[in-house]
């Protein structure tokens, strides 16, 4: 994690809710006519309580309670909202080794959370300990480059889905990271894992021109930014496709107080968002279009639970 990004978004995030809430009214552009808000969390871990108040870094911050409260707010400032999750729901406390998912899913469900993909950690109670906790989850499990054709998950995720509101067309695809020296073989089974670029690539194609969507959204379980650069991440996702508008991350834990602005290989904006773990945060995106479904701008801050 980063630590000094991580205090300097602290005292950010608390200055702006010391100003008196989250209306964006203030500031939306004068021409736009509709606006889209994107929350999005990733690396929870199981956490569902509040962190206690000893704890060495975050203390008094999450639960799973608070950010139903904030999450509803926003929902009501604004009716035209998607929740996602960017992965490794399971494992980090004893909820997990006891109810072994359940609980995570079913809460999430509480929440009405859109969409999730899948990291590393959803897999330690094996693929079929995911699969077991799959009545629970009503929400889309979204995961293109892995393929589950042989095995219990075949056909209980989907490498995206296209969300509508207020007449915006907003498609999501969801990526994983190389499960092969983060989980045993044995837990992962027959799961092939495919190149994540490529699939970013072939897919973001297909939700802009063959669903015609207005916004195109990775969920990114790949990880924020590696010191070898040949190694898949969001970053590099960013710079190397096209046609992508947000890639909201998770498996780094990387704590962002804003999203990282790149651009891709054809010059375009792409931004990059990831809300550091636990639960302790819930990241936010705001897309502002014109009538004709044209995005004319978009933001993004990470509130604190």
């Known amino acids: 994690m980063k630590r000094r990004d991580f205090i300097q978004h602290t005292s950010a995030s608390a200055a702006f809710l010391s100003l008196g809430g989250f209306s964006l009214s203030s500031c939306t552009p004068e021409n736009t006519a509709k606006h889209i808000t994107i929350l ?8 569902i309580d509040v962190l206690p108040d000893n704890d060495p870094r ?10 139903a409260t904030l999450i509803e707010r926003i929902r009501r400032e604004n009716p035209n909202t998607l929740l996602l999750d960017a992965g490794d729901i399971f494992q980090g ?13 079913k809460l999430m469900s509480m929440l009405r959370y859109d969409a999730a993909t899948l990291g590393n950690h959803d897999f330690d109670n094996g693929i079929d300990g995911l699969y077991a906790q799959l009545p629970h989850a009503d929400f889309d499990f979204i995961i293109a480059n892995y393929d589950f054709s042989d095995t219990v998950m075949d056909t209980h995720t989907r490498p995206y889905k296209v969300f509508t509101r207020d007449g915006i067309k907003i498609g ?73 508008d947000i890639i909201i991350g998770g498996h780094t834990h990387t704590f962002l107080d804003r999203p ?6 054809k ?31 978009r933001e993004g801050r990470t509130i604190i639970v």
Not at 178 to 201: C, F, M, R, S
């Open 260 to 265: 990282t602005i790149c651009h891709n290989r």
């Open 93 to 105: 406390t004893p909820y997990f080794n006891y109810y072994g998912g359940e609980l995570e899913f």
């Open 40 to 47: 999005h969390t990733n690396d929870v871990h199981s956490h």
């Open 267 to 297: 010059g375009e904006k792409v931004l990059v968002n990831q809300a550091g773990c636990f639960g302790i945060n819930v990241g936010r995106i705001d897309f502002y279009l014109d009538h004709d479904n044209k995005l004319i701008d």
């Open 58 to 67: 975050n203390p008094g911050k999450g639960g799973v309670s608070r950010r």
């Open 172 to 244: 999501v695809f969801g990526l994983g990271i190389q499960l092969k020296g983060l989980v045993n073989d044995n837990l992962y089974k027959e799961t092939k894992y495919l190149d994540p670029v490529e699939i970013a690539q072939d897919m973001s194609t297909v939700l802009k021109r063959d669903e015609n969507c207005d916004v195109v959204v990775c969920l990114s379980h790949i990880g924020y930014r590696y010191r070898d650069n040949n190694r898949p991440s969001d970053i590099m996702l960013a710079e190397n496709t096209e046609n992508i």
